[in-house]
Structures are given as structure tokens and as C-alpha cells.
């Protein structure tokens, strides 16, 4: 009890973040939905239209519609110049304000749709214009069910915000996502508890305003607004009252040696007198795309992965020449800098159970082609996806009876109990040693090199003093203190924060 | 300043459809001020449409109408309607509003704000308490919020007063005070009035002047006195058998 507690007293800023992203979202999907209302009042196929619109946004995933935003920020910004931020805040705004408008159309078109036509009569019949209407009439007597659609979008918005952390977004989502990945269960509960709870007083605070309304009772409304106002108030002086120092922004792909690389790189920075800030549970494709423009500073992330995902390239050079061309590459397509090398490998692999492996006589992936058939190959959701598993699958002729998908954590778990035969496995986890796994050779080298190696952004790397804070850690980290480390936060006893994890690891590596 | 001779209100070959339907054709008559005229018909016989294109809340397709020698058409809508008092058969009061903000609310719009005594000397007109103001429209009963009505309709000192069905909902003894009530205030006022009923005693007792509409077009415009003789056709006699009979049958009960 007392480390969720404890949890939740550290979660003051995604909480400030949290409640600023999402009545921003609000505060945007109000402005735009009213006008839409009072125009959809005035003609059907306008309100067919637009209710049409905001019941497919709906019909988006939440977490896909966050996602989406990305490509099409990158697409604006030819029209809106290369300053447009792809990642972060605004996508997360403008997402969550898409998802807001349902609500609050719906209800403003149908409490206009259910005004009094007497009254509407009586308010022409004694001389209203157009606004004056609008304003002495339609609004106040439609204001309560509008409130009531403020009211449901609000909580909506507030639990969707949980999402925009995978968008590098800050919010109450960072604990969920970093406690999922490590079956850390107080921080899940933590972020949940603290985002459930924002959307109990949220609704709260509107229900009140829409009983004042309702009731024509001054007091409930003025004092539900006067909170509301005074909830976002502190937020933003939380968010923005502090220091105004430029903070570094590391950022971590949604699992645990990015989380505890991120911690690791922040702390070498901080005792060179830099401070900080993390940007965690970043999709692989986003991450990468956020160091290379500015939206984080620093960012660990694999040959293997740029090579094939983001070069697009198929070929299988030797690992020297591999990096000298990625870091060619990002020079040249974004100006980003390859730091160097970590000094360990987190490759691709498959992993089986040792003594499964051992009984069924298989050592490597050809051995494997065989007996695929019967076996179900686990994954994380990103890894069938991958043109890494494409390529093994059609170099050894692989045809698995089942796939299924499962978070990195569960993975590891599916593979225990027999739910998987065969996982697709990180070769740095500490769980491969711990589990007693057996990654499978691959003798045609369909997998390329996964060397770990920090990227800079084009606006950080010319920074020699972040570049010196970083560069003992080049080379410094083994495989075998990654994988411990690793294993420290994911066991299931005794685990370690990311930051404590961080520090053992600085101490083993001698820093 | 309105001379002696010029018409309170004038339609000349007043048109309006809805679609197919010719809700009023080619109406075209003179109301002098000071007339207390009412407007019979069949229902859909275009009655309201007819009293609408008056304050705009319809829009002739053909024809004006001339409100004191200007055509409405001329007139900036919320200058127009602010001289036309208006009382709706759906009383239409903004439930949002107390009954003293229901009733100031015309001339607010105008940008001028009435005092409390102006508002309790409405009331009073219509026969309601000045304590009434401070009530929300819904804390009040059918004949109340009606009068409440006609008290907003001459909130903007009108000279023109247009009532539809304004006692439709009400129950006899109710409507038949209104009815004198806003007869003597017409007369106190000097107001031009036009009401329209579908009850022909009504029209008979209250009004100069009755005019009875069928299918778009005005078929009688006779005196109640003419009515009675048996003049203004077969539409209009029609409507007058009824409470004749109906008089008839009383007093033969009485008897
Ligand atoms: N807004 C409108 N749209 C379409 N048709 C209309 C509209 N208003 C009136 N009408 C049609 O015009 C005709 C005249 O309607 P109006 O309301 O003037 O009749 P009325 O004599 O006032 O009837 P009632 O006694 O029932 O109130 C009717 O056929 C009606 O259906
Ligand atoms: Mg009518």
C-alpha cells in the first residue's frame, strides 16, 4: 500500500501534463464543436455530415488515431515549415480533441434539435437577430446538455490521454506503460488509480456546473468553473512555473533496457550538470524519428533495427561497415549523430526452451524449418511486422501452425507454459540466461548485426559537453551487465526501479 | 405622426406558398386604427400565415403588406417586430427567463431597460400581480403565463397588436375574462388588434369587424351585426350556425 503511495507522490509532473493535455483537448473539441452545432442546426446535411465524421473518429482505436497524427504532421509540414512538431504534444492535442467532439456535437445538436419551437417563435416574434438568439435563448437553454457532453468527453479524453506517451507525449500513461513492460503492477495501478481519480473529480466538477445550469443556480455554476480553472491553473504553474532551463530529453522505446539505458544516460548528464527529462514508451518507428527531428536529444537505439526499418536496406554487411554507412546515412538524410557504440548486442533471435530444444534435437533456425508446423511462434506486436522476421521466415522456408502476438513481458511467460514453442527473443534479456533459453544460431545470417549505439539529435550532437557526459559509456557495457541489469527490473521478486538498475549498472561498469 | 384617414394596415394582393400549398392568395384588404378585428377559418385555412407576413415571421412571396404607411419589406426586421406586439397561441415565454425579464425582454433587445414600476404596471394591465415578476414562467398556471404573453406583446408600447389563438388552451371562464380584459385594453389603448380564433362567438362578442378565411383566400369581411343577419355567404354562416344553434339549444333547455 504504502509503495503505491509512494508511486503516486512521484507523479506530480505527468499529472500536470495529464490534466493540461487533455483540457487543451477539451477546450478544443468545445471550440470547434459549438460553431459546427449552431451550423448544423441550421442545415440537415451539415449535421448528418458532421456527426457522420465524429462517429467514425470513434470507431478509430485510440491509440491508432495518436498514431496517425504523426504521418500526417510530417506531411503538413510542408506547408507549415520543418518547426512543426510531429511528436509529443500537439498530436496528442489534436487526437484527443477528434475524439472529444463526439460528445459534445452529439448533444449540442440534439438539445438545439429539441428546443421548444414555440420558444424559438416567440424569440424571432419579439425581434431577435440571429445572435442575439443564439446567445439570450438557444445557448442557456441548451447549455445543460452541452455541459452534460462536456462532461462524458471529458472523461474519455482524460482516459485516452493515458495513450500519448507512446507519442512521446508526458502523461499519466508513463507509469501504465513502463509498469506493463516490467510487470510492475504498483506502477500500472498507480497511473490508473491517479488517471481514474482525475476523471471521478473532472466529472465531478462538470456535473456540477451542469446541475447549476440546469437548476439556473449561480453558485454550482460559478463554483465548479472556479475549480476547474483553478485544477488547470495549478497544472500550468506546475508545468511551466518552474525552472526555465532547456532540459535534455532522453528518450526509451516501451521496454526495460531502454528504460534503464534512458536512466543511465540521464544520470552521467546530471552529474554533468545538466537536468533532464524522459520521454518513455516511444514506438520503435517513433523513437527514431523523434531523435532525428529534435523532438528527443538523445536516443539508444540498434543497427540492425535503422538498417532495416528505416534504410530500408536488405543486405547483410560486416558490422564496422554497417555502422559507418547508418552513420552516413543519418548525417546525410537528418543531420543526426551516431555517438558510437555501446558495446553490446541486442540481436533478433528466436528462443526456445533448452530442454525442449534439446529433445527435439534443434540447435539452429534450419533446424527448425522441420518442425514448424507443429509449433506456435510468440512475438511482440511489432516483430511479425518487422522485415527482419520476413526475411528469416523466407530464408529457412519457416511455416509456423500459429502465431500470436503478446507484450514483450507476457512473451516470456507464454513461452513458460507452453502458450508458445518458439518466441521471437532479444538476445540482451536477462530472462534468456534466467528462463534457461536457448537462442536459436542462425547460420545464414538472416538476422543483421544489433549493435546498441546512442544517437544525438542534429540540434544536440554539436554539443561537446553532452557529447563528453555520454562517451564513457561507449563501449563501457558488456552484454552480460546488460542482461543483469535487465533481469533486475523484469524478475518477478525483488525488482529494481529503472534508476536504481541504472546505477548498478554505472557501478559494474566502473563509472 | 399617423393621420386620421391613414390606414393602420394595408395587404395589397398579399401572397404566400409553402410548396404546393397556397397557404394565402391574393389577399388584399385595409384595417383602419383603432379596429378590433378578428380572423375566423377553418384550420389550415392560412390564418397564421396570413397574421405572419405581417411582423416577417413569414415572408410574402407576393404582394405587401404596409404597417403605417411603410411596406414591411422596407423595415429593418427587429425595428419591425418591436412595433408589432405579438402573442403566440404557444405562449412561447423563454423558461429560462423570470416573468418580469419575459416581459422586459422586447424593448432589452432595443437596448433600453424597463423599470420595475413599468413591469408591475404591465402586469397590472393584464390583471396580474406585481409580485408575479420575480416567478419563473414554469411556477405559473396556463392563464397566467398567457397573460404574460399579452403583457410582453405591449411591452414595447405597440400600436399593432396581433394575437393567434391566444386563449386557445385556456378553459372557458379563464378565456372569456381574458378575452374582455384584452377588449378593454385594446379600447384603453388604442391599439389596432388582430386576433385570430377558430370560435366564432368569440369573434362575434370581442371584434368590430370578423373576417373569415377559407383555403388561402379571405371569403367574408363583415361586421358581427351583418353576420348575424345572415350576410357574408356560405363559409361564413357556416361558422355562425354553430354557436346560434348552440344558443338555441340553451335557451330551449332553459325554458
Ligand atoms: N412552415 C410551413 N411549411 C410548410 N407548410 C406550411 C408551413 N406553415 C403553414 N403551412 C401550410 O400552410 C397552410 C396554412 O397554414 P396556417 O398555419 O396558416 O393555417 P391556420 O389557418 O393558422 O390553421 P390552424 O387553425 O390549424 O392554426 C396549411 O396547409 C399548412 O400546412
Ligand atoms: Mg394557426
Aim: glycine share 10%.
Amino acid at each position: 500500500m504504502s509503495e503505491i503511495w509512494q508511486a503516486l507522490l512521484n507523479l506530480g509532473d505527468q499529472l500536470a501534463a495529464h490534466v493540461l493535455l487533455s483540457a487543451a483537448a477539451i477546450a478544443l473539441g468545445i471550440t470547434v464543436a459549438l460553431p459546427l452545432a449552431v451550423w448544423a442546426s441550421r442545415s440537415p446535411a451539415v449535421s448528418r455530415a458532421a456527426l457522420g465524421f465524429a462517429s467514425l473518429v470513434q470507431t478509430i482505436p485510440a491509440l491508432a488515431l495518436l498514431a496517425l497524427f504523426f504521418p500526417i504532421l510530417l506531411s503538413l509540414r510542408a506547408v507549415f515549415g520543418e518547426g512543426l512538431p510531429t511528436l509529443g504534444f500537439l498530436p496528442a492535442l489534436l487526437a484527443l480533441s477528434l475524439y472529444a467532439l463526439l460528445p459534445i456535437l452529439r448533444n449540442a445538436i440534439t438539445a438545439q434539435a429539441n428546443l421548444d419551437p414555440g420558444v424559438i417563435e416567440a424569440a424571432d416574434g419579439v425581434g431577435m437577430t440571429f445572435w442575439q438568439r443564439l446567445r439570450l435563448v438557444e445557448a442557456p437553454l441548451s447549455a445543460p446538455y452541452i455541459m452534460a457532453g462536456i462532461r462524458t468527453a471529458a472523461v474519455w479524453t482524460i482516459g485516452a490521454a493515458t495513450l500519448a506517451t507512446t507519442i512521446g507525449q508526458k502523461s499519466l500513461g508513463d507509469p501504465i506503460f513502463a509498469g506493463l513492460q516490467t510487470q510492475n503492477w504498483v506502477l500500472v495501478l498507480a497511473g490508473c488509480i491517479a488517471s481514474a481519480g482525475l476523471a471521478l473529480i473532472a466529472d465531478g466538477l462538470l456535473g456540477t456546473i451542469e446541475k447549476g445550469l440546469k437548476t439556473r443556480r449561480r453558485v454550482l455554476t460559478f463554483g465548479g468553473l472556479a475549480a476547474v480553472a483553478l485544477g488547470v491553473g495549478a497544472a500550468l504553474l506546475a508545468n511551466f512555473g518552474g525552472s526555465d532551463e532547456r532540459r535534455i530529453v532522453i528518450g526509451a522505446k516501451g521496454f526495460s533496457e531502454q528504460y534503464i539505458l534512458a536512466r543511465l544516460i540521464g544520470q552521467q548528464l546530471e552529474e554533468s550538470g545538466f537536468s533532464v527529462d524522459y520521454r518513455d514508451g516511444l514506438g520503435s518507428a517513433v523513437a527514431h524519428r523523434a531523435v532525428t527531428t529534435g523532438a528527443i536529444d538523445v536516443l539508444v537505439d540498434y543497427t540492425g533495427t535503422i538498417w532495416t526499418n528505416q534504410m530500408r536496406r536488405e543486405d547483410n554487411p560486416p558490422r564496422d561497415a554497417m555502422l559507418e554507412e547508418i552513420a552516413a546515412w543519418e548525417t546525410d538524410t537528418s543531420g543526426t549523430h551516431v555517438l558510437g557504440r555501446l558495446g553490446f548486442e541486442n540481436a533478433y533471435g528466436l528462443a526456445m526452451r533448452d530442454e525442449r530444444a534439446a529433445a527435439l534435437g534443434i540447435e539452429s533456425i534450419a533446424d527448425l524449418a522441420g518442425a514448424a508446423g507443429g509449433m506456435t511462434v510468440g512475438g511482440d506486436p511489432e516483430f511479425f511486422e518487422r522485415p527482419e522476421w520476413i526475411a528469416m521466415r523466407d530464408t529457412y522456408g519457416l511455416r509456423f501452425a500459429e502465431r500470436r502476438n503478446f507484450s514483450p513481458t507476457f512473451m516470456y511467460n507464454a513461452l513458460q507454459s507452453g502458450e508458445a514453442d518458439v518466441i521471437g527473443a532479444y538476445t540482451s534479456d536477462g530472462r534468456i540466461a534466467a528462463d534457461g533459453l536457448t537462442i536459436l544460431e542462425d547460420p545464414q545470417g538472416a538476422f543483421p548485426n544489433y549493435d546498441a549505439i546512442v544517437l544525438l539529435s542534429p540540434g544536440t550532437g554539436s554539443n561537446a559537453a553532452i557529447r563528453a557526459a555520454i562517451a564513457p559509456l561507449m563501449g563501457a557495457i558488456d552484454v552480460e551487465a546488460m542482461r543483469e541489469a535487465n533481469l533486475s527490473v523484469d524478475r518477478e521478486e525483488d525488482k529494481l526501479t529503472f534508476a536504481e538498475a541504472a546505477r548498478r549498472l554505472a557501478d559494474r561498469i566502473g563509472l | 405622426m399617423i393621420s386620421e384617414d391613414q390606414a393602420a394596415l394595408e395587404f395589397r394582393a398579399v401572397g404566400k406558398r409553402y410548396g404546393a400549398v397556397e397557404a394565402v392568395r391574393e389577399v388584399s384588404l385595409t384595417i383602419a386604427p383603432s379596429q378590433f378585428v378578428a380572423l375566423v377559418g377553418a384550420s389550415g385555412s392560412g390564418k397564421s400565415t396570413l397574421l405572419k407576413t405581417i411582423n416577417r415571421l413569414a415572408k410574402a412571396d407576393s404582394g405587401e403588406v404596409i404597417y403605417e404607411g411603410d411596406p414591411v419589406g422596407s423595415l429593418p426586421l427587429p425595428a419591425l417586430r418591436r412595433r408589432v406586439g405579438y402573442v403566440f397561441q404557444s405562449i412561447g415565454l423563454l423558461p429560462h427567463m423570470t416573468v418580469g425579464e419575459n416581459i422586459a425582454i422586447g424593448p432589452r433587445l432595443a437596448g433600453e431597460k424597463l423599470s420595475p414600476a413599468r413591469i408591475a404596471e404591465l402586469l397590472e394591465l393584464v390583471e396580474l400581480d406585481a409580485g408575479m415578476a420575480t416567478r419563473m414562467p414554469d411556477a405559473l398556471s396556463g392563464g397566467q403565463r398567457q397573460r404574460v404573453g399579452v403583457a410582453r406583446a405591449l411591452a414595447g408600447d405597440p400600436h399593432l397588436l396581433l394575437m393567434d389563438e391566444p386563449f386557445g388552451a385556456l378553459d372557458p371562464v379563464i378565456r372569456d375574462a381574458l378575452g374582455v380584459r384584452v377588449r378593454k385594453l385594446h379600447d384603453e389603448l388604442g391599439l389596432t388588434t388582430i386576433m385570430v380564433t377558430h370560435d366564432m362567438a368569440e369573434a362575434l362578442l370581442l371584434a368590430d369587424r370578423v373576417l373569415v378565411m377559407d383555403a388561402g383566400a379571405i371569403v367574408a369581411d363583415e361586421t358581427p351585426q351583418s353576420l348575424l343577419e345572415g350576410r357574408g355567404g356560405a363559409v361564413a354562416q357556416e361558422l355562425v350556425a354553430v354557436p346560434r344553434a348552440q344558443a338555441d339549444r340553451l335557451a330551449e333547455l332553459a325554458r
